[in-house]
């Protein structure tokens, strides 16, 4: 083989630059991925599940993936500053138990779902202070609160489903509404991280949280914050499931139902190292997520190959991440 001449060869100067060169296009593949993922799994169930692709079924898709999606959006937020919430699925639980209890006994559909918001809101916060100013392992203290709160929806519940709300709550909050609310929070978050100042501050957190300190951004702050975002998103998710169901139980949010969040939003392109991720990748991991679930049930694969499927998807998402970035570990 004939060797380069010396004048053709890259400097190592310049070697950096040819590998920078070759990563819109490694972007634009991955925006790809999704879309042309998705439109393959609808089209596949649309030739062998009859009636799937009636506006009917979409619609209920949808509602599906509205509560995932809201979760994983919030957990995108801590994910991008490096950190990691696991407590989503039982915060939203706890969200949902007690705002659901409140509207059973009162019949007040004003302030039931804000005490949902609310609960989500105080949860998230403790996240944040244990994260942001005890500087605890982030994993350790949303673990601790993934806990705390299974322990107090059963206290609360005695161990039985909530039940008793008004047909207007289901009424209120229904499928056009929770998928509204759903598109709405893609646009606002969305907006938030890419369009704001706190949310260029979760990215130079993720990127160097060091360095983001020396040059004086609130990395406390703003770390809180997004904590505090994900819990409220929580609540938000509790909310949908509520209405959906017309009750809340102890069960409705799983531990294993983090994997599905998780999965969401690193299949949407965040980072596990932090410092990169968008809201519309997220939702549209969210979207996919859902649909392996419905093509695993359909297809009558047994229940303890579920999260064997799930894991070896986040395997290969995080597979790509790192190919993507050339992080070599």
């Not at 260029?200 to 951004?217: F, H, K, P, Q, S």
Request: glycine content about 12%; aromatic content about 6%; hydrophobic content about 55%.
């Amino acid at each position: 083989m004939r060797a380069m001449p010396i004048s053709e060869r890259a400097t190592p100067e310049e070697a950096p630059g040819l590998r920078t060169r070759a990563l819109p296009t490694l972007r634009r593949l991955r925006w790809l991925v999704l879309p042309v993922a998705i439109a393959l799994i609808l089209l596949t169930l649309s030739l062998f599940v009859e009636n799937f692709a009636t506006a009917n079924n979409i619609l209920n898709l949808l509602v599906q993936v509205a509560p995932i999606g809201v979760m994983a959006m919030g957990a995108a937020l801590v994910m991008i500053t490096g950190g990691i919430d696991v407590s989503g699925p039982a915060v939203m639980t706890t969200a949902a138990v007690i705002g659901a209890d409140y509207m059973a006994r009162t019949g007040d559909l004003v302030f039931g779902p804000a005490l949902m918001i609310l609960v989500g809101l105080l949860l998230g916060g403790v996240n944040g202070i244990g994260v942001a100013f005890l500087r605890m392992v982030a994993l350790v203290v949303t673990l601790s609160i993934m806990t705390i709160c299974s322990g107090i929806v059963t206290a609360w519940t005695n161990g039985q489903s909530v039940v008793g709300l008004s047909p207007d709550f289901s009424a209120t909050f229904d499928r056009t509404t929770i998928i509204v609310v759903f598109l709405s929070l893609t646009l606002l978050l969305g907006f938030l991280l890419r369009k704001t100042l706190f949310g260029r501050w979760l990215y130079c957190i993720g990127a160097n949280v060091r360095a983001a300190r020396v040059t004086g951004l609130p990395t406390r702050g703003a770390t809180f914050a997004a904590y505090t975002i994900s819990g409220a998103c929580a609540g938000v998710a509790g909310i949908m499931n509520t209405a959906a169901l017309s009750s809340a139980r102890p069960g409705m949010g799983p531990d294993t139902q983090i994997l599905d969040v998780v999965s969401a939003a690193v299949i949407g392109g965040v980072s596990v190292n932090g410092g990169s991720g968008n809201i519309a990748g997220v939702a549209l991991g969210a979207v996919l997520i859902v649909m392996i679930s419905n093509v695993i049930n359909l297809v009558g694969v047994p229940d303890y190959f579920t999260g064997l499927i799930k894991g070896l998807v986040i395997i290969l998402a995080i597979g790509l991440d790192k190919m993507r970035s050339g992080s070599p570990s």
